[in-house]
């Protein structure tokens, strides 16, 4: 059974870069049958997928236009897990932030989740 | 980019009768790629439906969903009372997006 488990700061100050790490059980970062993704919940935005990396013989990318100029999702093969970096953060990014894993076998569901961090920006 | 508009925004019922709720996408999307989740306060999302109609890992026979092209629907033929959540219709195409949910609320 494969477990997300995250870690993180909860505050960020804005204008700095946001960072959460997501430790993977059960399954590997460089599974060829999953993507590796973050997504995020706010009251104002809703659910909103962020990006995700994946490997199908070499590393891929794919991030959402409305953080693109500002994001890395990064995997780590020797640690098993993968982060998030948002940089130049600001109090809209405020948000529960959530790492989750696509399943070719359930059609790119995302059928596991972290448990969710709580990242607000504020000085 | 595509937009996901789900209908109701909240739904009163009582425990057993059955739940219909729909989404609407802006455009033509490929059922293959269309999955439903719920959410618990203070939980994370959980898989309930993926392609359009396959029920997810321990998800009761009770939920399913149809649809195509710009009209999906999941149904609960009775609601349990650990049934009463906020569910989301969500696509996957060349980005991921979610619908702004439809909360099923105990009457």
């Known amino acids: 059974q494969v477990q997300l488990q995250q870690s993180g700061p909860g505050l960020v100050k804005p204008s700095q870069t946001l960072s959460l790490t997501c430790a993977i059980s059960?399954?590997?970062?460089?599974?060829?049958?999953?993507?590796w993704n973050w997504i995020r919940q706010s009251p104002s935005r809703g659910l909103e997928w962020l990006g995700r990396a994946y490997y199908r013989s070499k590393w891929y990318n794919d991030y959402a236009v409305s953080v693109k100029s500002r994001i890395i999702i990064n995997p780590d093969t020797s640690r098993n897990h993968f982060s998030l970096q948002l940089n130049s953060v600001t109090p809209e990014d405020t948000a529960v932030y959530y790492c989750?894993?696509?399943?070719?076998?359930?059609?790119?569901?995302?059928?596991?989740w972290g448990q969710g961090t709580l990242v607000t920006v504020s000085s | 980019e595509i937009v996901l508009t789900q209908s109701p925004g909240t739904l009163s019922l009582s425990p057993g009768e059955r739940a219909t709720l729909s989404c609407r996408a802006s455009?033509?999307?490929?059922?293959?790629?269309f999955d439903w989740y719920q959410q618990k306060p203070g939980q994370a999302p959980r898989l309930l439906i993926y392609?359009?109609?396959s029920r997810a890992a321990g998800i009761p026979d009770r939920f399913s969903g149809s649809g195509s092209g710009t009209d999906f629907t999941l149904t609960i033929s009775g609601l349990e009372p650990e049934d009463f959540a906020v569910y989301y219709c969500?696509?996957?195409?060349?980005?991921?997006?979610f619908g702004q949910g439809t909360k099923v609320e105990i009457k």
């Open positions: 989750a894993r696509a399943s070719v076998s359930r059609q790119l569901g995302l059928d596991s």
């Open positions: 059960g399954d590997s970062v460089s599974s060829n049958s999953a993507a």
């Open positions: 455009q033509s999307v490929s059922s293959t790629y």
């Open positions: 392609g359009t109609s």
């Open positions: 969500q696509h996957f195409g060349s980005s991921r997006t």
